[in-house]
């Protein structure tokens, strides 16, 4: 089948998704993110990559902070960034995806940042862009649905490398909400790519995906076995609405079944990295005192996340 | 366009409902049959049509069609070889008013193509709340009542409305899909859902449903018919009804014996079907189901344009455009599985005609002379060109089929050629 995200000499056109990367191109990523890691430290942080093109960050689904992260690495690279509030403008006057991304490309915009509250909508509009012979217009997906947010599985796999350096003898549990994570599904997809020695799925029945180990994962419905002789653990947030009523019977129950507390966190290895894509809530999967704790690399995480989206952009502007 | 006397000379005559399968000629007045290998006396046709190369089946009788705008879906119809279909009641607005269904069969007549044969709403508006006037709607040509996709949520509404149509015979047909277990769900609850991050439908909201309607029709003795079975699990359970004597009937549509949840791809909206494709075991069960004559085949032809499918998966909208795709998949299955044409032809003609109770679906001398020549060894491609349906909607657009259909004829009068 036709990679959606690669153009004819397999070189990243679009970041859709992780599943269907080669692992070069992910190294890539990351080793490119590493070297503007410097740009941000210094005193000006502009590279000029991006100059003239046109970034659209279009968020057809609220979510101000990774919309600044994209918004930061744009500007970084030097690109004029324009930021459209879709939730509140053209779809709720009966305007399809597909005309709003048709109106953007008359105005000559060379990238857009897509967030969408359904799955596979990035993939649509590559799609039509394919149909429409405008590869020189790119698509980052900034979160689907529960299907794919590719940026944040890259920037977890650079803050693991950053630590661990070598993927190949890691454990890896992945905690909580999984059915509904689309940050748990790119996580999957990339240390599989990667080769790490596990990946670990855990959380309760309700949470888990059918059909989930055909991913190349170890389901475990018990924290404390799949917390044992990990070197990173990931918590996903638990959504508000999902914390009481037919998924879970409470926040309280949930918190005290798959939460990470320091206790818990002493089943994993003693240098074990605690992550989180944020935003946290802080008792209900996470322990402030794991929060704030020595093993969290949460801060680290977003501080790289600009790093790597950067990295991205200017990838992909360049194929 | 009158009742001529036909004689179609040469063809490779195949009617499943006699296991004929040789080169006979066949002869036409009246609008009927008059003579099968034999004229009859004093016969002298009026035209003469070479069929040569071709196969003469009895023209195809399909389950549910969805018909849109009336008349480039009844052209579609003809184009496939289609002769006879039942259309289900979720129309806009739904059929449950005679008046509705009076003036579908009108419409549908005088384009004088395929016939059409209504399917009334079960319930009123098909909410599911209140039963609808059935004996009306049969009076204004309704062969059968159903839910179409909407479910019946209360049992004990489920359980009346059996009991009223069996009080008068009426057959009832239900997609059997649990609306709770199904809930906002797109696609088959498997690894390409899980992996796409698309809502699943379980398999057990097609088990729970399936189990539910064959007890309550046991409990009402109706005439059972259950729509688009899509797993095997759910092949099982009718399966065994049968074995226990139940004369529960099923079919599946001509893509589901072809395609699974794997066809989805990158989000490939034209494989957003209801019910949904599901694992290749499915299809496996399906495809046997449907051999050993469990479960007919029909077409599910819902015509849906662009606007409807460029969207993302999950909002799309559920359905393919098939009418002109039901003999070419259904010979599909038939090279692919090394079946007889006469085992295969039955599921789209014989089979489904004795469900609906219709005189078609066979060749023999008095019957309606509705009949399809085909050429069984012609290519052609899926295109949207190539569709005379108003909907483009199907997986299979762009790839290479084989078997064309080169005339039909309903009531003795040729309806379509190529």
Known sequence: MHNPQLNANGELTHLLSIEGLPREVIVHILDTASSFLKVSAREVKKVPLLRGKSVFNLFFENSTRTRTTFEIAAKRLSADVINLDVTRSSTAKGETLLDTVDNLVAMHADMFVVRHAASGAPHLIADHLRRLQRSDVHVVNAGDGRHAHPTQGLLDMYTIRHYKRDFSQLVVAIVGDILHSRVARSDIHALTTLGVAEVRAVGPQTLLPACVESMGVRVFNDLRLGLRDCDVVIMLRLQNERMSGTLLPSAREYFRCYGLTPAMLELAKPEAIVMHPGPMNRGVEIDSDVADGPQAVILPQVTYGIAVRMAVMSIIAGN | ?418
Not at chain 2, 12 to 21: C, E, I, K, M, S
Not at chain 2, 149 to 158: A, E, F, G, S, Y
Not at chain 2, 243 to 250: A, E, K, L, W, Y
């Open chain 2, 1 to 418: 366009m009158s009742a001529k006397k036909l004689h179609i000379r040469n063809g490779r005559l195949v009617d499943p409902a006699h296991g004929l399968d040789r080169i006979a000629d066949l002869f036409i007045a009246d609008r009927r049959i008059v003579g099968v290998g034999q004229a009859p006396a004093d016969y002298s046709a009026d035209q003469s049509i070479d069929a040569a190369g071709l196969v003469v089946c009895p023209g195809l009788v399909d389950l549910s069609a969805r018909l849109g705008g009336i008349e480039p879906e009844l052209a579609a119809a003809v184009a496939g070889g289609v002769t006879s279909l039942a259309c289900p009641p979720d129309t806009k607005p739904p059929l449950d008013e005679p008046g509705l269904v009076e003036r579908l069969v009108r419409r549908s007549e005088t384009h004088a193509l395929a016939r059409v044969f209504p399917v009334g709403a079960l319930t009123q508006e098909l909410a599911g709340q209140k039963l609808a006037e059935m004996h009306g709607l049969s009076n204004a040509g309704c062969i059968a009542f159903s839910q179409a996709r909407r479910p019946i949520v209360n049992t004990m509404l489920l359980l009346r409305a059996m009991q009223y149509a069996a009080t008068f015979g009426y057959a009832v047909r239900l997609r059997p899909q649990d609306d709770f277990l199904a809930g906002e769900g797109v696609a088959h609850d498997g690894e390409v859902a899980s992996r796409l991050g698309l809502t699943g439908i379980p398999v057990c909201a097609e088990t729970v449903a399936v189990g539910t309607a064959l007890e309550l029709a046991a409990q009402t003795g109706v005439r059972l018919h259950l729509s688009r079975l899509s797993s095997a699990a759910g092949m099982a359970l009718v399966r065994q009804a049968r074995d226990n004597g139940m004369s529960v009937t099923c079919d599946v549509s001509a893509h589901h014996l072809h395609l699974s949840e794997a066809d989805i791809g990158y989000f490939d909206t034209n494989a957003r079907l209801d019910p949904p494709l599901r694992s290749l075991t499915d299809r496996q069960a399906l495809r046997a189901a449907a051999q050993e004559g469990l479960a007919v085949v029909c077409s599910d032809h819902t015509p849906i344009d662009a606007d409807g499918k460029q969207l993302p998966f999950a909002e799309a909208l559920p359905g393919v455009t098939a009418l002109e795709l039901l003999l070419p998949l259904t010979l599909l299955w038939a090279a692919q599985d090394e079946l007889p044409l006469t085992l295969a032809l039955a599921r789209v003609t014989c089979d489904p005609a004795s469900i609906l109770g219709i005189d078609a679906g066979a060749l023999r001398v008095g019957s309606r002379a509705d009949v399809c020549l085909f050429d069984p060894a012609e290519r052609w491609q899926v295109t949207a060109a190539s569709l005379r349906s108003q909907g483009k909607n199907t997986p299979f657009l762009g790839r290479e089929v084989q078997g064309r259909v080169r005339m039909t004829l309903v009531d003795g009068r040729v309806v379509f050629t190529a």
